[in-house]
């Protein structure tokens, strides 16, 4: 099905892809203890917030779908390695970019940085492949 000239059912698969490759990162590789070092959240701020964010945890890999695919159809990119190309450029000049913020502004440590990027480049490699292998 496609809308306004995206499939809807590749951007939907992408969007799973990233949100299961992030669940097995950062809380099957990843423990809560680690987690809390990396990003300075603490324990007692996970216990206040709880699981109340936890539903819009989706919001994000769903927009990053919808970007990934607007932006390998605009570079007119298709294919594996076009979608792939397309997706690792983002992911570095946007998506790791802008998580920089937690880092230079915010508790985030140095060592989280390579482990935010890697989470960055695999995510958005596997959606972009999706993305522009899907016909």
Do not use: D
């Not at 603490?42 to 819009?56: D, H, I, K, L």
């Amino acid at each position: 099905m496609r809308v306004m000239g995206h499939n809807a059912l590749a951007i939907l698969v992408a969007a799973i892809a990233i949100y299961a490759i992030e669940y097995v990162i950062f809380a099957v590789l990843m423990t809560a203890e680690q987690y809390q070092g990396f990003t300075g959240f603490s324990a007692e701020q996970a216990a206040a917030v709880g699981m109340s964010r936890m539903p819009f945890g989706i919001i994000m890999p769903l927009l990053t779908a919808i970007g990934l695919s607007h932006t390998i159809k605009w570079r007119n990119a298709p294919g594996l390695m076009g979608g792939v190309t397309t997706a690792l450029l983002m992911a570095v000049l946007f998506g790791f970019s802008t998580s920089l913020y937690g880092y230079v502004y915010g508790a985030h440590t140095a060592s989280y940085l390579p482990v935010n990027l890697a989470h960055f480049l695999v995510c958005w490699g596997a959606a972009g492949a999706i993305l522009g292998a899907w016909k």
